[in-house]
T-cell receptor
């Protein structure tokens, strides 16, 4: 099974700053990429998906994809304490619809 | 629209005992997944069903884990006998179509002592 790598953190940013979360993947043929948010003790919820190289913006969230570098990132602008959570990168690989990374724990300090 | 339902929410058992988890997917969702999430890790796929058929169970430890979805709606995951390393959250997810969003249930937290 191919790998999805993330820095486990914790990543601490002050309120109002930009949080940058990174993910690399090993399966070169992957065509779709997903970011899930998981609050402590809760289940993952999808916040962004991206399929083409470049940027995709949705409110305060921007996903960036570079297939040549096998790299996908998530930027959170104007970070709020409510953004404090673990962010999971997920990529389809082979027959597996989603392979998840370990997640990056984000802490937004008020 | 009701979400994915799972029960129980918490379970504590001793090693070598058996345990079963239940999942009811969102109405109309043909695809159902069971994931295992160990503390500090991302969810790991155990088994995928399409209606009542198994699509992929390559990562299911079949010597102790079993799962079924007999009528193509709700599903049961069983562990027998449980080991200490089975302590994890067991997440069920459902999906309407193969290219659509997976929606996760609240999970069952299992502690094996």
């Amino acid at each position: 099974q191919k790998e999805v790598e993330q820095n486990s953190g914790p990543l601490s940013v002050p309120e109002g700053a930009i949080a940058s979360l990174n993910c690399t993947y090993s399966d070169r043929v992957s065509q779709s990429f997903f970011w899930y948010r998981q609050y402590s003790g809760k289940s993952p919820e999808l916040i962004m998906s991206i399929y083409s190289n470049g940027d995709k913006e949705d409110g305060r969230f921007t996903a960036q994809l570079n297939k040549a570098s096998q790299y996908v990132s998530l930027l959170i602008r104007d970070s709020q304490p409510s953004d404090s959570a673990t962010y999971l990168c997920a990529v389809p690989s082979g027959n597996t619809p989603l392979v998840f990374g370990k997640g990056t724990r984000l802490s937004v300090i008020a | 629209e009701a979400g994915v339902a799972q029960s129980p929410r918490y379970k504590i058992i001793e090693k070598r005992q058996s345990v079963a988890f239940w999942c009811n997917p969102i109405s109309g969702h043909a695809t159902l997944y069971w994931y295992q999430q160990i503390l500090g890790q991302g969810p790991k796929l155990l088994i995928q069903f399409q209606n009542n058929g198994v699509v992929d169970d390559s990562q299911l430890p079949k010597d102790r884990f079993s799962a079924e979805r007999l009528k193509g709606v709700d599903s049961t995951l069983k562990i027998q006998p449980a080991k200490l390393e089975d302590s994890a959250v067991y997440l069920c997810a459902s999906q309407r179509g193969t290219q659509e969003t997976q929606y996760f249930g609240p999970g069952t937290r299992l502690l094996v002592l």
